[in-house]
């Protein structure tokens, strides 16, 4: 168990549809990533939050957001979702000296 | 520019040495890492390596830096089934604790 929980563990939901995936880091991290892993892309990294404000951004498309609040839980929104969003969405969290990702066990989206 | 490249597969026996190789392009990354995905679960750090060595040695895992040629390689020493697995590596540079991850590789281990 790493520490970092992510929820809903599996998501199906429909074309045209919005969802909302949420991670909590391990506690005292204050950077939370976002990863999508999809079959034929391997992980891309789409987003990291450093104590609530955005750090980097990767492969984001412009239909995802993301934030992360004060308790330092993130929020990934995904809308007008499409097939090829249908993935393993990935959260992970580092401490301040943070040569470590803790990654979480994923939430599996389908978009049918 | 940063891009991480493995090979997609390896099979090997039970008891032979794996190598999973690796290359990059950022020659300015700081730390290099070798992760694990078993199914159905997310990555867990296996090792790492600081770019200023050449080789790091964790029981049955070795890892071998070039940086000259940006190659980076993991050796599982006597492959066990429970070492089959998603095999990423990753590199940390520029700052703000970015990484970047490779495609995987997949190994197969055959008893």
């Known amino acids: 168990d790493s520490g970092v929980t992510q929820t809903p563990k599996h998501l199906i939901t429909a074309t045209g549809q919005r969802v909302t995936l949420r991670c909590s880091p391990r506690?005292?991290?204050?950077?939370v990533y976002w990863y999508q892993q999809s079959l034929d892309q391997g992980l891309q990294f789409l987003i990291q939050?450093?104590?609530?404000?955005?750090?980097a951004k990767g492969n984001i498309l412009e239909r995802f957001s993301a934030q992360q609040f004060p308790d330092l839980h993130s929020e990934l929104n995904l809308s007008s979702l499409e097939l090829g969003d249908s993935a393993l969405y990935f959260c992970?969290?580092?401490?301040?000296?943070?040569?470590?990702?803790?990654f979480g066990p994923g939430t599996r989206l389908t978009v049918l | 520019g940063e891009d991480v490249e493995q090979s997609l597969f390896l099979s090997v026996r039970e008891g032979d040495s794996s190598v999973i190789n690796c290359t990059y392009t950022d020659s300015s990354s700081t730390y290099l890492y070798w992760y694990k995905q078993e199914p159905g679960a997310g990555l867990q750090l296996l090792t790492y390596?600081?770019?200023?060595?050449d080789m790091k040695q964790d029981q049955r895992l070795t890892v071998l830096l070039n940086k000259k040629d940006k190659h980076l390689s993991l050796r599982i020493a006597d492959t066990q089934t429970g070492d089959s697995a998603i095999y990423f590596c990753a590199e940390e540079s520029g700052g703000y604790q970015k990484v970047t991850f490779g495609t995987g590789t997949k190994l197969q281990v055959i008893p």
């Open positions: 506690s005292g991290d204050l950077s």
């Open positions: 939050y450093y104590n609530g404000e955005e750090r």
């Open positions: 390596i600081f770019s200023n060595m």
């Open positions: 992970a969290s580092t401490g301040t000296s943070g040569t470590e990702q803790f």
